[in-house]
C-alpha cells in the first residue's frame, strides 16, 4: 500500500467510526492527556492520521472532508508530508479551525472531541461555534481514532530516576510543604497535577518518557498536609528508588477511579492546564473543583542558588560544544570543505553531543 493509500484508508476507517457512531465530526488536537508539545509514539495520533510529524498542529474531520493546521514555522513540512486530496492544509493563524469550521460544519451537525484532549476555554469555544450552527458538541471516550488505530505503540514505560537535592536544591518534601500552604490559602483539599514538569519539580524525579525531555508521564494528587498520591506504571519505578512515605505510589490505570472517589473534596484545578475531562470527571463524583492557577508553576519558575548555578554551568558546557564545533568547521573549510554540507555538519554535531 502506497502511502497516500494508507493515510485514505485511515481516514476512511474514521469516517466509518463517526458514521456509527452517528456523529459528523472530529476536532483533534496534537496533544496528550498531560498536555504534553513533545509526544511519545503511542500519542502521536495526528501523525498517524495525517502524516504530518510537526510539533504544532489541529486537525478537523468531517464527513465529507478534513483539514490540518499548523504555524507558520511548518509550511513547507505541511506540504511535503499531507496529502491536499485528504486533508486541506491550513495555516492556524490566518485560517484556524474555528473559521474552517464555521465555513463548512453542517447546519445541526454533531461535533465530536476528546475530552481528555481539550481545555475548558477551547471546549467553551467549540461550543459556542457548534450551537451557532444549530448543532452540538460530543465529548467521547475513549477516542474514535484510538479504536481504529490497531498498530497503536504501546505506552512508554522508561525508568525513572531521583534527581539528587545537589542538583535540586531544595528536597520533595521542602516542595511539597510549600505547594501544600497554597493549597489551603485556596481553601482547597487537595491539587490535581497532570503535567508532567509539574510533577517531576514536586517530587525531584526525572523520566525519558518522551525523546529529549526528562518527564515521566504521570498524574499525581498532593493533599494539603503534604502527602502525595503519585499515579504511575510500576514498570517505570527500579528497585533502587526511595521516595520518603508522604508519597504514596499507584498504578497509573487507578488514578481516574482515584477521581471519582474524592466526593465531597475541595480540589485545585488549574483549567488552563488540565483538560476538561479531568474537571467534568470530578464534578460528576460530587468533588467541588477550586479553578485557580497551578501553584507548581510559579515555584518552578522561581529558580534556587542551586538551580541557578546548575543553568550557568549547563551553558558553560553549551558554549564550549559551540566553540568546539565552530573550530571543526572553520578547519574543514580552511581544507576545502569536500564533502561538507548541512547534513555532515549536524551529524558531526550529534556525535559531540552524544560523546
Not at 463548512?104 to 481545555?119: I, M, Q, S, T, V
Not at 497551578?294 to 538551580?307: F, G, H
Request: hydrophobic share 45%.
Amino acid at each position: 500500500m502506497t502511502g497516500a493509500s494508507v493515510f485514505a484508508e485511515r481516514l476512511a476507517r474514521l469516517r466509518d467510526r463517526l458514521r456509527a457512531w452517528g456523529l459528523d465530526g472530529l476536532v483533534l488536537p496534537r496533544t496528550d492527556e498531560h498536555g504534553s508539545e513533545y509526544l511519545p509514539p503511542s500519542a502521536e495520533r495526528v501523525a498517524w492520521l495525517t502524516g504530518f510529524t510537526g510539533s504544532a498542529a489541529h486537525v478537523v474531520v468531517l464527513l465529507d472532508k478534513a483539514a490540518v493546521f499548523s504555524d507558520g514555522r511548518y509550511t513547507v513540512q505541511l506540504a511535503q508530508q499531507v496529502d491536499e486530496a485528504l486533508f486541506e492544509r491550513r495555516h492556524s493563524l490566518h485560517h484556524p479551525p474555528s473559521r474552517w469550521l464555521e465555513e463548512n460544519f453542517p447546519e445541526g451537525g454533531k461535533l465530536a472531541y476528546d475530552p481528555f484532549l481539550l481545555r475548558k476555554a477551547e471546549v467553551e469555544r467549540l461550543g459556542k461555534l457548534v450551537a451557532g450552527k444549530g448543532g452540538s458538541l460530543v465529548p467521547v471516550s475513549p477516542n474514535p481514532l484510538d479504536l481504529v488505530w490497531d498498530d497503536r505503540p504501546a505506552a512508554p514505560v522508561a525508568p525513572v530516576a531521583k534527581l539528587d537535592e545537589r542538583f535540586a536544591g531544595e528536597s520533595s518534601a521542602e516542595k511539597r510543604a510549600r505547594i501544600a500552604a497554597e493549597i489551603e490559602k485556596k481553601g482547597a483539599d487537595q491539587l490535581l497535577l497532570t503535567g508532567a514538569d509539574s510533577i517531576a519539580w514536586l517530587l525531584n524525579v526525572r523520566g525519558a518518557d518522551i525523546p529529549f525531555n526528562p518527564l515521566c508521564l504521570s498524574f499525581a494528587l498532593l493533599a494539603r498536609d503534604g502527602t502525595c498520591r503519585w499515579f504511575v506504571s510500576p514498570s517505570k519505578i527500579p528497585p533502587e528508588l526511595h521516595l520518603d512515605d508522604a508519597v504514596r505510589l499507584e498504578p497509573v490505570e487507578s488514578f481516574l477511579p482515584a477521581l471519582d472517589q474524592l466526593g465531597g473534596a475541595k480540589v485545585l484545578v488549574d483549567p488552563a492546564e488540565a483538560h476538561v475531562g479531568f474537571l467534568e470527571r470530578l464534578e460528576r463524583a460530587g468533588a467541588r473543583p477550586v479553578e485557580a492557577d497551578n501553584p507548581v508553576l510559579l515555584a518552578k519558575a522561581k529558580k534556587n542558588p542551586v538551580e541557578i548555578q546548575g543553568a550557568v554551568s549547563a551553558q558553560r558546557r553549551d558554549g564550549a560544544a559551540v566553540v568546539r564545533f565552530l573550530a571543526w568547521l572553520d578547519r574543514r573549510l580552511a581544507e576545502g570543505g569536500d564533502g561538507l554540507d548541512e547534513i555532515a555538519a549536524a551529524e558531526r554535531r550529534r556525535r559531540r553531543l552524544d560523546d
